[in-house]
């Protein structure tokens, strides 16, 4: 089960890479007669950024590239490449978009901006209106509650002056071509990375909402900033998106197909709680335990975890989401659940997610270990690892959402 579990999610991102993605839509592309300045930021932008590279060469006047801490792998060209801290930002994500910032002004009509935009771009690329302490404490805190992504990006942006369509004023009045690898559910242009180069669709009233609804303390500079617009209109911005989590679930789908799983597509929506999702799959796999045949259930999204304040370990949605199915599949004939970030990353450890089994209850109880105090202590990273049940792929260079499934093989 294992063995099949890591062909599929190695297949699967595979698939959903960014090279061939960025080189459609730029192959053939036609740019105005000045400069064309190179912007990557997420945590895919080394390889889009390379491969833009490869596709325009000498074309592309100057460039910048700045990724997560450990994600990019190397030099490309004369661009410079910047390492930021995530998913909080850090001075680094702050020095390296001035860099970006500075490289991009003074632009001309005749002159183009090429943003490549993949998820994390909201914490690596960040020019703040109010302290550099008052926005990574607003951040954490925003993470603890278990804020979605769109709500995070929501207050975010107010804290900005980058996020929500400033950058792409800033590049004004140059053109901005911007290739996106969507990290959200359903796509939205103005929350991805928290829309630099795209008009904001939230208002004041979403904002003041978002900060009641998790119990945000703000400090009074963002209290203020909270009350104001952010831009609804842009005219010098193209959009291309490259890429999302549904072709990472059909490229799962085509990977169990390839094992002999008769594949299930659930959702490509989820975007509960970890440990929910955890429990809803499991409920899947007993459901399922009279089959005569294999079977595979696929879900993509991201979901949310609430910290339990008085923990003090380590992991992430993914998981968490292993994890949590551990019990209630326990005994089960071949079966397991899993599920894993693209990008390689879940949370703050080497580990993209996890993997459980019918196995592992047994083994976590020999270990020593309740799961109900594991997930309290918010250490589902050394739980899984007791037992042998972290996936871990290093940095991948995509970043689509997440992916977990439920194998049965018969």
Not at 181 to 207: F, K, N, Q, R, V
Not at 295 to 316: C, R
Not at 393 to 404: E, F, I, L, R
């Amino acid at each position: 089960m294992r063995k099949d579990c890591d062909h599929i999610i190695d297949y699967a991102i595979r698939q959903v890479l960014p090279d061939e993605a960025v080189r459609r839509a730029l192959t053939g592309k036609e740019f105005s007669p000045g400069r064309l300045i190179l912007v990557a930021v997420g945590k895919a932008a080394w390889s889009m950024a390379l491969s833009a590279h490869e596709t325009l060469g000498d074309r592309i006047s100057d460039g910048i590239v700045i990724t997560k801490h450990g994600y990019s792998q190397g030099p490309i060209g004369g661009f410079k490449i910047r390492e930021a801290g995530h998913p909080v930002p850090d001075a680094d994500s702050f020095s390296a978009t001035k860099e970006a910032l500075s490289m991009t002004a003074g632009l001309t009509e005749q002159d183009t901006v090429l943003f490549l935009l993949s998820g994390g771009g909201s914490t690596l690329f960040e020019d703040p209106e109010c302290s550099p302490e008052d926005l990574q404490n607003v951040t954490s805190q925003l993470l603890a509650k278990g804020a979605d992504i769109v709500s995070m990006n929501i207050i975010r942006k107010r804290l900005s002056k980058v996020k929500g369509g400033r950058f792409a004023m800033h590049c004004m009045p140059a053109k901005v071509y911007a290739v996106v690898l969507s990290d959200i559910i359903g796509d939205p242009l103005d929350m991805i990375a928290s829309g630099p180069a795209y008009p904001d669709s939230s208002t004041c009233e979403d904002a003041a909402e978002t900060v009641r609804r998790f119990g945000i303390i703000l400090p009074p500079l963002c209290r203020d900033l909270m009350k104001l617009e952010t831009p609804k209109t842009l005219d010098n911005v193209e959009t291309v998106i490259t890429g999302s989590v549904r072709e990472l679930c059909r490229a799962a789908a085509d990977a169990c197909e390839e094992l002999g799983y008769e594949t299930h597509f659930l959702t490509d929506c989820m975007d509960c709680e970890a440990a929910e999702a955890g429990s809803f799959l499991s409920s899947i796999a007993r459901s399922w335990q009279n089959t005569d045949h294999s079977v595979a259930f696929i879900a993509g999204g991201e979901t949310v975890v609430h910290l339990n304040p008085g923990g003090s370990g380590i992991g992430g949605r993914n998981q968490v989401i292993a994890f949590s199915a551990a019990e209630k599949i326990a005994g089960l004939k071949d079966t397991a659940v899993f599920s894993v970030g693209s990008d390689g990353s879940d949370g703050p450890c080497d580990a993209a997610g996890g993997y459980v089994d019918g196995t592992s209850l047994s083994k976590l109880k020999a270990a020593g270990l309740n799961p109900f105090d594991v997930l309290m202590d918010n250490d589902s990273y050394h739980g899984l690892d007791v037992i042998g049940g972290l996936i871990r792929t290093g940095a991948t260079g995509t970043n689509v959402n997440d992916v977990s499934i439920v194998l049965i093989r018969r």
